[in-house]
């Protein structure tokens, strides 16, 4: 096995601020530092220097292309490819070029990508500009080497058409608001602070032969029809297992190309579920996390083909296992390298860490659903509120330790007792004792503090983190915006922050909950203390235009009013459209597939009933598992005949929310109905009968 130099390797395919130092003047190189650190605009001169010095090291690559690589509102990414050609000269030669407009600019056809009635066909125009704080790298594919440029998207009119835009705009609102916040506790040396993100991925692998064999996989990413294998995931034994060999040779790729593109992938293991997995890499800034975890996707996808594998990113792949999220690590970090969310070994005494949980419990508190709204999409509606992913409700976890200091500044304003971790003992005296942490971890908290940082662990496998990150970071601005106002204002800075911290946590400690999340009592507690309990991906659209969010985001110029209600079309036209592809897959696979397997399997039972009443055998067996087939047979047939009413009646609506509502209300239903008896079905039929692989062949042959 060849050895791999991960300090040579890492970021090779990256145009690093260390090749730009190296491969700009001087002067160039400062100009771009100081706008990646403090903002501002390129000239033009400097743009044309730093792009040749771009082409020139990427040709070097083997790169013959480029490309602006963007996140529109699809959730995935999108990019053109333009050659580094110009016209020939007079002699005929071929001049490799790359200009600072080319770089800082594209024009991309913005109608056909989601708009939410920001464009229309015959308004097409849009651009792509160059994201400076995100470096540029070169990807890997059957094309040949291309220079990815990352950037946003915006229309000829200026409304913001992707995922980084509104994430870049929150961060800088963020940055401000807490800047504030640190300078009244005197530090004058942070210029900025930075929301730091660690998106760990849960995916699943299965045999690619296997799953072309399900139109089901290939056309809605998720298997909607299936009975449980004899084994699931009850023993435990899948977590942290050994990994197997084929998938270790997947892993081993992956790792591989993530570190070329300087992607920090640190940790891999088996997840809960059978075939299921998780990659995780170090934090980094939120913008370049986003941009990576679209990265750490694609090359799963992409490396798993090359194993004869495919990567399943589906919320919730397989009924009755774990589905897959995307846990959200959220932290913020002054550019001096100051933890923000760190509490330190006192937190009780940390005065500006206690105001600045306080601040982010009243932000979550406020607005609960609109930070539900952010890790909604239709797989997760499968997915939240069972088997370690968290319910519907937003609570905060803090453990016990902080819970307790909550507390008692409540009741007594202030906290003078500090719980502390014990002794570990196992019993064992060649095992070293240590003392263990102060509180325990909620698998089941949507919103958990686990040492540092937050983690948002509603967040579906296949979504982007940008509008998570985008509406994470603009609440807890909003919240800092107004306790820096008020601080700024007091005579008595230390009486003044006291006050605000106890009313702060007095007011929104509803939000806290270090309990088992699954509870029926949680979710009737939850509805006293008066918390939004949202179910649903449609249900939860509506949050973002409220008056209450269209203030926040205007207020910081993260989204406009029009961009929030076209926001509001695209969710509801992307779950009809969902939906209409799930249901249309199970019609055909039922009517295609299904149906005429089981007919044909009773027809053979028919005929050895035939032929063991020849031979003077009884047949009360087959003929009574004959009459239990049947019957099933006949509830899917009716469960199709349902299902394609529902259907019918969703494609004569108008799109938009309505049509969306009903395909939640109607259409869904209707296809839980026709997989019963399907999934019944599969556990009578005959294997060799059965038209598709099933749950074992896929989770446990791999």
């Given amino acids: 096995m060849e050895m791999v130099n991960v300090e040579e390797l890492f970021a090779s395919k990256v145009f690093t601020l260390g090749k730009m130092k190296e491969r700009l003047p001087k002067g160039t190189f400062k100009e771009v530092n100081k706008i990646i650190n403090e903002g501002g605009e390129l000239s033009k001169e400097a743009a044309d220097v730093v792009a040749k010095a771009m082409k020139d090291w990427a040709v070097e690559n083997g790169a013959t292309h480029y490309t602006h690589w963007f996140q529109p509102l699809t959730g995935i990414t999108a990019e053109k490819h333009d050659a580094f050609v110009t016209h020939p000269d007079e002699t005929g030669k071929m001049i490799m070029e790359f200009s600072g407009k080319e770089l800082i600019k594209g024009e991309p056809d913005a109608s056909s990508f989601p708009s939410g009635g920001l464009r229309a066909t015959f308004e097409a125009r849009g651009y792509t500009t160059w994201d400076i704080t995100s470096p540029a790298f070169i990807k890997e594919t059957a094309t040949g080497p291309t220079l990815c440029i990352p950037t946003a998207f915006c229309s000829y009119t200026g409304e913001a058409l992707d995922k980084k835009t509104p994430l870049l705009r929150s961060m800088e609102a963020l940055s401000k608001q807490a800047i504030r916040i640190v300078r009244l506790f005197g530090n004058t040396d942070a210029r900025k602070v930075i929301p730091s993100v660690g998106a760990e991925q849960e995916y699943f692998l299965v045999d690619a032969k296997k799953a072309l064999q399900r139109e089901d996989i290939v056309f809605s990413g998720r298997t909607l029809f299936g009975a449980a294998a004899p084994k699931g995931q009850e023993m435990d034994d899948h977590y942290f297992g050994v990994i197997r060999e084929r998938v270790g040779a997947f892993m081993r790729d992956v790792n591989t190309e993530l570190w070329k593109l300087?992607?920090?992938?640190k940790t891999q293991h088996n997840e809960a579920a059978p075939a299921q997995h998780e990659v995780a890499p170090i934090y980094e800034s939120a913008n370049v996390a986003v941009d990576h975890n679209q990265l750490v996707m694609e090359t799963l996808k992409r490396v798993a083909g090359y194993h004869g594998l495919r990567c399943m990113l589906h919320e919730k792949p397989f009924a009755g296992v774990n589905g897959s999220g995307k846990h959200n690590n959220w932290s913020i970090t002054t550019d001096t390298g100051i933890n923000l969310l760190e509490p330190g070994k006192t937190p009780n005494e940390n005065i500006q860490f206690l105001l600045i949980l306080a601040c982010i419990m009243k932000a979550v508190?406020?607005?609960?659903?609109?930070?539900?709204?952010s890790a909604a999409n239709v797989g997760n509606d499968e997915r939240l509120g069972?088997?370690?992913?968290?319910?519907a409700i937003i609570s905060i976890f803090l453990g016990e330790q902080l819970e307790d200091v909550v507390t008692q500044l409540v009741e007594t304003g202030k906290a003078d007792n500090l719980k502390k971790g014990e002794v570990l003992h196992t019993g064992v005296s060649t095992l070293p004792e240590f003392?263990?942490?102060?509180?325990?971890?909620?698998?089941?908290?949507?919103?958990?503090?686990?040492?540092?940082?937050?983690?948002f662990r509603s967040v579906g496998s296949a979504d982007s983190i940008g509008s998570p990150n985008t509406t994470l970071n603009a609440i807890v601005a909003e919240a800092f915006c107004e306790a820096a106002d008020r601080l700024e204002a007091?005579?008595?800075?230390?009486?003044?922050?006291?006050?605000?911290i106890k009313e702060y946590m007095t007011k929104h400690q509803r939000i806290i909950f270090n309990g088992n999340g699954y509870a029926k009592e949680w979710e009737e507690e939850a509805e006293r203390r008066g918390l939004p309990n949202i179910h649903s991906m449609v249900e939860s659209v509506e949050t973002l235009t409220t008056p209450k969010s269209i203030k926040l985001f205007e207020k910081f110029g993260i989204f406009t009013e029009a961009e929030l209600h076209s926001r509001a079309e695209i969710l509801y036209e992307t779950y009809a459209k969902?939906?209409?592809?799930?249901a249309l897959t199970m019609i055909d696979m039922a009517n295609m597939q299904i149906i005429p397997a089981v007919i044909k399997y009773i027809g053979s039972m028919a005929d050895t009933t035939n032929n063991l009443k020849e031979m003077g055998v009884t047949v009360s067996v087959t003929k009574k598992l004959a009459n239990k087939i049947?019957?099933?047979?006949?509830?899917?047939?009716?469960?199709?005949?349902?299902?394609?009413?529902?259907?019918?009646?969703?494609?004569a609506m108008t799109v938009g929310k309505e049509q969306a509502f009903f395909f939640y209300e109607q259409v869904a239903p209707a296809m839980r109905a026709l997989r019963r008896p399907v999934d019944e079905l599969e556990k009578m039929v005959d294997k060799a009968y059965w038209p598709m692989p099933t749950y074992a062949d896929l989770l446990f042959e791999v």
């Fill in 435 to 455: 003392v263990k942490d102060a509180t325990d971890r909620n698998r089941t908290s949507p919103f958990a503090f686990t040492g540092n940082k937050f983690e």
């Fill in 262 to 265: 300087g992607v920090t992938s």
């Fill in 386 to 391: 069972g088997y370690e992913a968290p319910p």
């Fill in 365 to 373: 508190d406020t607005h609960a659903d609109l930070l539900r709204q």
């Fill in 490 to 500: 007091a005579e008595d800075f230390d009486m003044a922050v006291h006050d605000l």
């Fill in 578 to 582: 969902s939906k209409n592809i799930e």
């Fill in 630 to 651: 049947s019957g099933k047979l006949e509830e899917a047939q009716d469960a199709v005949e349902a299902l394609e009413e529902a259907v019918a009646q969703a494609a």
